[in-house]
C-alpha cells in the first residue's frame, strides 16, 4: 500500500495490492447487518473503517525505493464506509425524513472531522451502486476517501474556478453555469427552495445529473437546517426519479465536489454533486473505451435536453 507519483500526468496513484483480496460475500452472509459481528446490534447510520484500505492513519513504509521522477510516498489518509440502514434490502429511496437527516449529519461530522487532521487534504463522500461497477457488497452503503492530496478532478474544478474568480471581478462559475441552465431550463430536471437538479450540456454519461445548491456555499458545513433537508430530499429524488427510467434499480456512480480541508480559503468553489449512471438505455452500457480512456475526450451518445425532458416527466409523476 503506497502512493506512486506519475510525473507525465502529475497525479498519484494509489498502489493497493491487498484490494485483490477483497471477497464476493455470499448473498447469505453480510457484514453489515445486525447479529454479523462487525457492526453494532442496533443502528441505523453507522461509519465502518474499510476492510481493505487504499489510505490509512498509519500505513506501512513503501514496498519500492523512489527517486526525484518516481516519487513513492505512504498512504496516509483513510477509507471509511457508511452504512445507511441495518435493512439489507433498503434503499435510500426508502428511508424517513429523520433518518437521511441523520445520515446527513454523519457526512457532516466525519467531513468536519477530518478537516483537522494534518495529512489530510480532500475528503470525498461518494457512492458506487450496482454489480456493474463492481460493488461486491449490495447492502445500502456508501463510501468517504480521506486523501493526503487534492484528486486530480477536483483539482481541475478548483483551477478553472479560480482562474474564473480572478477574471470576472470575484464571480463564481458555478453560479453562472447555475444560472445559464435556470435561464435555459430544457436541461432542468427538479428544483426545490435550496437546489437544483440538471444535466449539464456537457454531461460525459447519458443522464448525468448535476445538483447545485442555489446559495453559493462550499461544503455540507455552510448548510443551514432547512438547506440541509432540502438536499436530502432531493438526492432521494434523484434516485427515484432514476430507478423510475428503465423500471429497475439504475446503477450509477455519485460523489460530493466540495472544498479542500487543507486549511487554504476557497471562496470561489461551489458544493456540487454529480452523478454517473452507466446505462444508456434498458439494455446498452455506456463503456469508457479507447477515446475516453486514452484521450480523455468522451462521447455522449445522447442528447441532454432529450434525456432531461424525459426526467421532468418521471419527476412529475412521483
Request: negative net charge; aromatic residues 14%.
Amino acid at each position: 500500500m503506497e502512493l506512486r507519483w506519475n510525473p507525465i500526468l502529475e497525479t498519484w496513484v494509489m498502489v493497493s495490492a491487498q484490494r485483490q483480496r477483497r471477497p464476493f460475500m455470499p448473498k447469505e452472509s453480510c457484514p453489515f447487518c445486525p447479529g454479523s459481528g462487525k457492526v453494532p446490534d442496533q443502528y441505523d447510520v453507522y461509519l465502518y473503517p474499510n476492510d481493505f484500505p487504499h489510505l490509512m492513519k498509519d500505513p506501512p513504509e513503501p514496498s519500492i525505493q523512489d527517486d526525484d521522477l518516481l516519487r513513492v510516498e505512504r498512504a496516509f489518509g483513510s477509507c471509511d464506509v457508511v452504512l445507511y440502514s441495518p435493512d439489507h434490502t433498503a434503499s435510500i429511496t426508502q428511508l424517513s425524513r429523520e433518518h437521511l437527516a441523520r445520515l446527513f449529519e454523519l457526512w457532516r461530522d466525519h467531513y468536519r472531522a477530518m478537516r483537522e487532521r494534518a495529512d489530510v487534504k480532500y475528503v470525498l463522500i461518494f457512492e458506487n451502486k450496482g454489480d456493474i461497477i463492481g460493488v461486491t457488497i449490495p447492502h445500502p452503503h456508501g463510501q468517504i476517501y480521506s486523501y493526503p492530496y487534492i484528486p486530480a478532478r477536483p483539482a481541475k474544478e478548483l483551477d478553472s474556478a479560480r482562474r474564473y474568480w480572478e477574471s470576472h471581478g470575484g464571480a463564481c462559475l458555478f453560479c453562472a453555469v447555475l444560472q445559464k441552465e435556470l435561464a435555459f431550463e430544457k436541461r432542468l430536471i427538479w428544483t426545490n427552495e435550496h437546489f437544483v437538479a440538471f444535466l449539464p450540456s456537457y454531461a460525459d454519461y447519458p443522464n448525468e445529473a448535476h445538483i447545485y445548491p442555489r446559495r453559493h456555499c462550499g461544503s455540507l458545513l455552510d448548510m443551514s437546517k432547512a438547506e440541509a433537508e432540502d438536499f436530502m430530499d432531493g438526492l432521494q429524488r434523484q434516485v427515484r426519479i432514476y430507478d423510475s427510467l428503465f423500471g429497475f434499480e439504475l446503477p450509477f456512480m455519485m460523489g460530493f465536489h466540495q472544498e479542500p480541508v487543507d486549511g487554504a480559503e476557497y471562496p470561489y468553489f461551489h458544493f456540487h454533486v454529480e452523478f454517473y449512471p452507466l446505462h444508456r438505455s434498458r439494455d446498452k452500457i455506456k463503456y469508457n473505451a479507447g477515446s475516453e480512456t486514452s484521450g480523455g475526450a468522451f462521447t455522449n451518445p445522447s442528447s441532454p435536453e432529450e434525456n432531461a425532458e424525459e426526467l421532468r416527466k418521471i419527476n412529475a409523476e412521483l
